[in-house]
């Protein structure tokens, strides 16, 4: 690799990793992410397909994620249990896409 550095494999390394994010940080990180993408050409493109898309991105993301939580802890957690896992979901998604929506609209702000 550059500057003399060595790749070292060390199969006895422990990862940490996590996404223990709010969803104020999701919101933002989410934000600064579409206001980086030229995917629009204009704000009213935005407003309108954009607001489809973000509309459409929670309902897709949230189905999948109840049909997830339905089956795979299918009589392992009880119901109130699963219903407090897709209302996490849910809101999750979508400060997600409104952070991602609001960075869109935000490109033609200036």
């Given amino acids: 690799m550059g500057q003399g ?3 070292l494999y060390e199969p ?3 990862v940490r990793h996590s996404h223990n994010y709010t969803n104020k940080d999701l919101f933002e990180s989410k934000r600064k992410i579409g ?4 995917r629009f050409k204009s ?6 397909v ?9 309902m897709v993301k949230t189905f999948g994620d109840i049909f997830y939580i339905l089956v795979r802890y299918r009589g392992k ?5 699963k219903l407090r896992e ?10 997600s ?4 929506y609001q960075g869109w609209k935000g490109r033609f702000n200036e």
């Fill in 12 to 14: 006895n390394s422990i």
């Fill in 86 to 95: 897709i209302k996490i979901g849910f809101f999750a998604r979508l400060s």
């Fill in 97 to 100: 896409f409104w952070g991602r």
């Fill in 77 to 81: 957690i009880s119901w109130f249990s």
């Fill in 5 to 7: 550095f060595k790749i």
């Fill in 35 to 38: 206001a980086t993408t030229n």
């Fill in 50 to 58: 954009g607001f489809l898309v973000m509309i459409g991105g929670v």
């Fill in 43 to 48: 704000k009213f493109v935005v407003m309108t």
